[in-house]
């Protein structure tokens, strides 16, 4: 069987700027990478790479088998991504944003959405635009988001940033989940995220 993420000798530059040079990168079902290093070391655009936000110069990634490039929809189908910056369409609730993941990723029914807005633990505040929300209320919105029907492989970038405590064991016994049921997790962190790698046993992957 495929493994969820192979990403083969990825290269990035910005103008004199190499980003990336080469870099490899593959995960099992059921493992955790953190993607560690300074800031501007390239853990975001390893990321994007990773999920076709960035067009690496040289490179390909595939995942659970599928070619990004060549079959885009068929990779991104088993992919599910947090990025750093949280930018949510306007005129959507917390809770038809989350109708619209829980129906792309076919995961509908009134269980399936219950469970996505516990996840989120907005209380009331799920009736309101999402585009009103704090920093960490669209972070949580967002990961409860990614939570919509079953991936083979989750991304998430600084998933943790500006998330209050009790949010961040929630969502973090998410994700512990997700790993035991098989599920690959290839996370951006730095040394603050320390409690949360330790709990996914994730293991360290240096970007510099
Ligand atoms: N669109 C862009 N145009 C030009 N340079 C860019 C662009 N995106 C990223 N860079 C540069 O690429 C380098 C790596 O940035 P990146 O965001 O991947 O770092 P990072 O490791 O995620 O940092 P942080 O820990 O601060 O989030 C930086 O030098 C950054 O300035």
Redesign the pocket.
């Known amino acids: 069987m495929s493994p969820p993420l192979r990403a083969l000798e990825l290269s990035k530059r910005?103008a004199d700027?190499v980003?990336l040079d080469g870099v490899s990168l593959e995960l099992q079902a059921g493992e955790a990478v953190a993607l560690v290093?300074p800031?501007?070391?390239?853990?975001?655009?390893l990321i994007g790479c990773i999920c076709g936000t960035v067009i690496p110069d040289a490179g390909a990634v595939e995942i659970g088998g599928h070619d990004l490039r060549s079959e885009p929809l068929q990779a991104r189908r088993s992919l599910r991504y947090l990025a750093?910056e949280i930018d949510l369409p306007a005129g959507l609730s917390g809770r038809e944003l989350l109708e619209f993941h829980a129906d792309v990723f076919e995961d509908r029914g009134a269980d399936s959405l219950a469970r996505l807005e516990a996840l989120a633990g907005l209380g009331p505040a799920i009736e309101l635009l999402a585009t009103t929300y704090s920093v960490g209320m669209r972070r949580r919105l967002a990961f409860a988001a990614i939570a919509a029907g079953d991936a083979a492989l989750y991304v998430l970038d600084?998933p943790f940033a500006g998330v209050d405590g009790e949010s961040r064991e929630r969502l973090l016994g998410w994700l512990v989940e997700r790993r035991a049921a098989g599920a690959a997790i290839l996370l951006?962190a730095?040394d603050q995220d320390r409690w949360a790698l330790d709990a996914l046993d994730a293991q360290p992957f240096r970007?510099s």
């Not at 800031?39 to 655009?45: D, E, P, V």
């Open positions: 910005y700027n980003v290093g800031n501007g070391a390239g853990k975001s655009t750093q600084e951006a730095h970007v």
